[in-house]
T-cell receptor
Framework: GAGVSQTPSNKVTEKGKYVELRCDPI?????LYWYRQSLGQGPEFLIY????????DSGLPNDRFFAVRPEGSVSTLKIQRTERGDSAVYLC???????????FGPGTRLTVL | ELKVEQNPLFLSMQEGKNYTIYCNYS?????LYWYRQDPGKSLESLFV?????AVKQEGRLMASLDTKARLSTLHITAAVHDLSATYFC??????????????FGQGTILTVHP
């Protein structure tokens, strides 16, 4: 079946702009995670959704970052007033429920000029 | 705070040789995952280890988990060029409010050469 998909695959923006990154999880997966991977590092947790609600947003670096999952499927990560330090690959993962094996999408490479 | 450390961070191997990558973690857990990442690609799940003493093998790779030592190993047997990639271990903490979020090691960049 279809895996986790993410769009766009690449996003180049200017400092100060607003961006949205989209994640389509595997059908039927209720748990959805966002991670951020900087160059040469392992992914770092950002936020976790169980269904429609963000159960854990402890990894969001500041209030410029926000994510939603209004219907319990597709999720959007939103970054306001982007900064050069936001440049990274943003990975989305889904699992049947929390604590199950996570399957990762291909990621969105964000570059802030 | 859970910390996960891998070593070595860089590994250059000759084809046909054996080697082991180590993954240490700082907090009690019996849930450890190994992933492979090729350049510019996402994470591919290799092994899921969910109990003390768990051992899993796939081809030339074998992973094990010792929860008492808080240590997992990824053993490579008779390396081939196709194994060149970055390998990550990741841990989650069962129960509570961790919700299965993963904490990753820094990654081990493996290069296999003739």
């Amino acid at each position: 079946g279809a895996g986790v998909s993410q769009t766009p695959s690449n996003k180049v923006t200017e400092k100060g702009k607003y961006v949205e990154l989209r994640c389509d999880p595997i059908s039927g997966h209720t748990a959805l995670y966002w991670y951020r991977q900087s160059l040469g590092q392992g992914p770092e947790f950002l936020i976790y959704f169980q269904g429609t609600g963000a159960a854990d947003d402890s990894g969001l670096p500041n209030d410029r970052f926000f994510a939603v999952r209004p219907e319990g499927s597709v999720s959007t990560l939103k970054i306001q007033r982007t900064e050069r330090g936001d440049s990274a690959v943003y990975l989305c993962a889904s699992s049947r429920q929390a604590y199950n094996e996570q399957f990762f999408g291909p990621g969105t490479r964000l570059t802030v000029l | 705070e859970l910390k996960v450390e891998q070593n070595p961070l860089f590994l250059s191997m000759q084809e046909g040789k054996n080697y082991t990558i180590y993954c240490n973690y700082s907090t009690t857990s019996d849930r450890l995952y190994w992933y492979r990442q090729d350049p510019g690609k996402s994470l591919e799940s290799l092994f899921v280890l969910l109990s003390n003493g768990a051992v899993k093998q796939e081809g030339r790779l074998m992973a094990s988990l010792d929860t008492k030592a808080r240590l997992s190993t990824l053993h490579i047997t008779a390396a081939v060029h196709d194994l060149s990639a970055t390998y990550f271990c990741a841990v989650d903490i069962p129960g509570g409010t961790s919700y299965g979020k993963l904490t990753f090691g820094q990654g081990t960049i493996l290069t296999v050469h003739p």
